[in-house]
Every structure is written in structure tokens, then in C-alpha cells.
């Protein structure tokens, strides 16, 4: 079992930035990849971004490609989501996910790839 818990979520301006986090524990050796989606109201849930362990390559959706980083701290046991020119479109529920399976790049843009998932962190821009 994998936990996750994400944190740094807030209101900010149009422009601005924030950076997430995810704290990962339990048996986090297991996996293969930590995503990041979002959700806003009335819409399906959507892919951001990844980074893989053992590599740190990372994908993300062309949305917020240029804008949004993922980093991650092994000593912590954490990712990070940097979300840098902040749009009121970005505006949703943001969540973290771990996946053990090995997989393309796409596979990993799909939350059914994901195994274990984090409760959420609200993001809200405001134009």
C-alpha cells in the first residue's frame, strides 16, 4: 500500500504561482511513476503531468506544458508540482497519484494507470 498526501493548494491571483506537494509512505518502492491530475467542477478527470523514479523523466499535458514542473525529492519521499503562470482555467481539485506498472508515456497520461491516490488539494486562480 502506497499513501499519499498532497498539500499547497490556495487561492491565487491570475499570473501567480504555486507549488503542490505529495508526501508518499508505505511501500513506495513499488512504484513506477507519481502523477499528477485535476478535476474541476462538472469535468472529467484530467492528466497533467508525470515523473518516473527511477529517471526522473517527465510528461505533461501540452495545457500546461512550459508552465507547470514536476520535481521530486527521493530523500522525502515527495513530489512536487511547480505551477508557474497560473490561469483561471487551472482553477480545479488537483490530485497525485502512484502507479506500479511500467508502461509508454501515454499509458501514464490515463488515471487508470494509477494504483494508489491522494485526497486532493483545491487550486482556485482568480482573474
Known amino acids: 500500500q502506497v499513501q499519499l498526501v498532497e498539500s499547497g493548494g490556495g487561492l491565487v491571483q491570475a499570473g501567480g504561482s504555486l507549488r503542490l506537494s505529495c508526501a508518499a509512505s508505505?511501500?513506495?518502492?513499488?512504484?513506477?511513476?507519481m502523477g499528477w491530475f485535476r478535476q474541476a467542477p462538472g469535468n472529467e478527470r484530467q492528466f497533467v503531468g508525470f515523473?518516473?523514479?527511477?529517471?526522473?523523466?517527465?510528461y505533461y499535458a501540452d495545457s500546461v506544458k512550459g508552465r507547470f514542473t514536476i520535481s521530486r525529492d527521493n530523500a522525502k519521499n515527495t513530489v512536487y508540482l511547480l505551477m508557474n503562470s497560473l490561469k483561471p482555467e487551472d482553477t480545479a481539485e488537483y490530485y497525485c497519484?502512484?502507479?506500479?506498472?511500467?508502461?509508454?508515456?501515454?499509458?501514464?497520461?490515463?488515471?487508470?494507470?494509477?494504483?494508489?491516490w491522494g485526497q486532493g488539494t483545491q487550486v482556485t486562480v482568480s482573474s
Open positions: 497519484a502512484a502507479s506500479v506498472s511500467y508502461g509508454t508515456n501515454y499509458y501514464h497520461t490515463r488515471s487508470e494507470a494509477y494504483d494508489y
Open positions: 508505505g511501500r513506495t518502492f513499488n512504484s513506477y511513476a
Open positions: 515523473i518516473r523514479w527511477n529517471d526522473e523523466n517527465t
